[in-house]
């Protein structure tokens, strides 16, 4: 037997709706991030983009538990010295709340080229409404 590789130009790429609605955080985004990346596919192949496109509706309205909305935080950095600035994850929430997922989908990707090329993969909304009807995703459950 021969092991197959997948060639980029046979994948097949689908829609997919998650809803966040009431779902914890991580569970969210790890499904997001094996469908973005093609491993609940068998054609799986590790340096090909094989997944699906993902549509995240709700992300204003997904889940932490415990006292994470509080204790969590977030550093980012300006570049400059002393420029080490934090947030929790409630101060994210209220200002962008589709950033919760967006950072929790990307730290489970790759982070190379490929890992790259997959961001532009998933798209995240705070409602449940989207523009994306023409593509006609499939709903999948978390």
């Known amino acids: 037997m021969r092991t197959y ?6 994948v097949v790429k689908k829609w997919v709706v998650i809803d966040a609605e009431d779902k914890p955080l991580g569970r969210v985004a790890s499904k997001a991030a094996a469908i973005i990346r093609g491993k609940t596919k068998p054609i799986y192949t590790p340096h090909v983009d094989t997944g699906d ?9 997904v889940k932490l538990t415990g006292k994470k909305w509080d204790d969590k935080i977030y550093y980012s950095h300006t570049g400059y010295p002393g420029g080490i600035r934090s947030a929790t994850a409630k101060q994210i929430r209220e200002r962008q709340p589709s950033k919760l997922l967006s950072n929790a989908i990307t730290g489970m990707l790759p982070k190379n080229r ?3 090329a997959l961001k532009a993969n ?5 409602t449940d409404q989207h523009p994306h009807v023409g ?8």
Do not use: C, H, W
């Not at 496109?53 to 309205?61: E, G, L, P, Q």
């Not at 593509?135 to 978390?142: G, L």
């Open 5 to 10: 590789s997948a060639k980029p130009g046979e």
């Open 53 to 61: 496109n993902v549509i995240i509706i709700n992300a204003a309205k």
């Open 114 to 116: 490929l890992g790259r």
């Open 122 to 126: 998933f798209r995240i909304y705070d």
């Open 135 to 142: 593509q006609k995703p499939e709903t999948v459950s978390v």
